[in-house]
C-alpha cells in the first residue's frame, strides 16, 4: 500500500507561482513513477508532468512545459510541482498518481489507468 497527499494548493493571480507536494508514505520503496494530473471543472482529468522514482527522468504535457518542473526528494518521500507563470486556464484538482510497475509507466505515464494509487487532491484557482 501506498498513500499519497498532495499540499501548496491556493489561490494566486495569473502570471504567479506554486509549489504543490505530493508525499508518499507506506510502500514507497515500489514506486516507478509519480504523475501529476489536473481536472478543471466539466472537463475530464488530464496528464500534468510525470517522473520516474529510481532516476528522475520526467515527462510534461504540451500545456506545461515551460512554465512547470516536477522534482522528487527520495529520502523525504516527496514529488513537487513547481508552477510557475500561472494563467487562469491552470485553475483545476491537482492529483498525484503512484504507478508501481516500471515498464509500464515509462511506456504509459499520461494514462490515468496505470496508476494504482491516488492523493485527494490540492485546489489550484489562478485568477486575479
Known amino acids: 500500500q501506498v498513500q499519497l497527499v498532495e499540499s501548496g494548493g491556493g489561490l494566486v493571480q495569473p502570471g504567479g507561482s506554486l509549489r504543490l507536494s505530493c508525499a508518499a508514505s507506506?510502500?514507497?520503496?515500489?514506486?516507478?513513477?509519480v504523475g501529476w494530473f489536473r481536472q478543471a471543472p466539466g472537463k475530464e482529468r488530464e496528464f500534468v508532468a510525470a517522473i520516474t522514482w529510481s532516476n528522475g527522468i520526467t515527462y510534461y504535457g504540451d500545456h506545461v512545459k515551460g512554465r512547470f518542473t516536477v522534482s522528487r526528494d527520495i529520502p523525504k518521500n516527496t514529488v513537487d510541482l513547481q508552477m510557475n507563470s500561472l494563467r487562469p486556464e491552470d485553475t483545476a484538482i491537482y492529483y498525484c498518481g503512484a504507478d508501481l510497475a516500471p515498464y509500464t509507466f515509462s511506456r504509459a505515464y499520461t494514462r490515468q489507468s496505470i496508476y494504482d494509487y491516488w492523493g485527494q487532491g490540492t485546489q489550484v484557482t489562478v485568477s486575479s
Open positions: 507506506g510502500r514507497t520503496f515500489s514506486i516507478a513513477g
